[in-house]
C-alpha cells in the first residue's frame, strides 16, 4: 500500500452563475476631451475564491451569503445608467426629480432613481470590476478564504477581473 504525501496548495471556487448579471447603460472617459457615446451593456459578473484550509466537512467556502450578495449588487445595478461620480471635468447636478449630466458640450438629463452615482472615476470595467470587489470583500472575509476575484464582462470575449487578498 502506498502513501501519498499532502502537500500544501490553495483550492480555488469559480462561481459564475446565469443571473449574475445586469444591464447597464454608461460612458467610458478615455481622456480630458475623448468619450464613448452613450451606450448599454449586458454585463456578467463571477467570482474566485482562494485559500489552503477546507472545512471538516471538505468545503471551501458556504456559496448562499456570496451568492446573494451578489444577486443584490446585480439587481442594484441592472436597468440603471452608471455614472462616475468622481470624473473629472464630470458635473452632475439635480434639479427636480432629475439628474443633468455635463460633460463637455454634452448634456444628459435621466430620472434621479434611474442613475447609480458611483463613487469612481470612470466606468470601465477594469473600476467595475474592483467596484463589486470592494462591495463583496466582507462577505468572502466571513468564509475564511484568503483571496477574492472578481470578473465584469461586458460584451463576450471583453472582460476585466480583479484579485486581491482577503484583509484580516
Known sequence: MSTVKRVGGTFHIRFAKEDFKFSSAHFTLFSATAAEALHGHNYRVWLELGGGKLSPRGLL?????????VRTLCADLDGRVLLPARAAGLSLREEGGDLEVLW????YRFPTDEVVRL???NTSIELLAQYLWERLVDTAAETGC????VGVEETSGQSC?????IPR
Open 61 to 69: 467556502v458556504e456559496f448562499d451569503p456570496l451568492k446573494r450578495a
Open 104 to 107: 463637455r458640450d454634452r448634456v
Open 161 to 165: 477581473y480583479f484579485e486581491s487578498d
Open 146 to 149: 484568503e483571496t477574492l476575484g
Open 119 to 121: 463613487p469612481l472615476a
